[in-house]
């Protein structure tokens, strides 16, 4: 593995790590000529999909395309990368069983889902780049849907605890 600063071939693995459910290898490295230090990920590698755009034009699917828009809505969030990771290899798991193609409209679709429930703030910033909102008045109607999913889900939540007590009683 090549050192990401000096571009030295002389690298070593200092420590090895099983992350995301058992389904990538994290190793941290060390270079041999500058001491630089940093991670590196192996993970097997998913059938190859196509993403068809809103065009129609086609490309094959970025992992690090889609991890960099999601690294941006996440900024100076408490999301942790390896939430992240483990966050887009279970989209690409979903995608890769179903099908070859997939659309850019279901991977966003299937991003904002994974995000309003990891973190409403990235979630919002996603869908605000990713539904491109022409006018503040439909960002706010979107923040108050939010707001009132959430309001819904902490109101069913509290009545499943009144209905637990009323059976213990």
């Not at 002389?10 to 940093?38: N, Q």
């Not at 990891?118 to 491109?132: G, K």
């Amino acid at each position: 593995m090549q050192c990401m600063k000096c571009k030295s071939d002389d690298t070593s693995v200092i420590d090895s790590r099983i992350v995301e459910e058992g389904k990538a290898i994290r190793r941290r490295r060390k270079c041999e000529v500058c001491d630089h230090r940093f991670t590196t990920y192996e993970r097997p590698e998913f059938a190859t999909f196509t993403v068809i755009k809103a065009g129609g034009k086609k490309e094959p699917y970025s992992r690090d395309k889609l991890q960099r828009g999601i690294m941006v809505a996440a900024h100076k969030r408490p999301i942790s990368s390896g939430q992240i990771e483990t966050m887009i290899s279970s989209l690409e798991e979903k995608w890769a069983a179903n099908k070859k193609e997939i659309s850019t409209k279901r991977i966003g679709r299937d991003v904002m889902e994974s995000l309003k429930m990891l973190d409403e703030v990235a979630y919002l910033r996603f869908a605000s780049v990713y539904l491109d909102y022409p006018c503040a008045d439909e960002f706010l109607e979107e923040i108050n849907n939010l707001i009132g999913h959430r309001k819904h889900r902490k109101k069913s939540s509290r009545q499943s605890i009144d209905q637990k007590e009323l059976f213990e009683k």
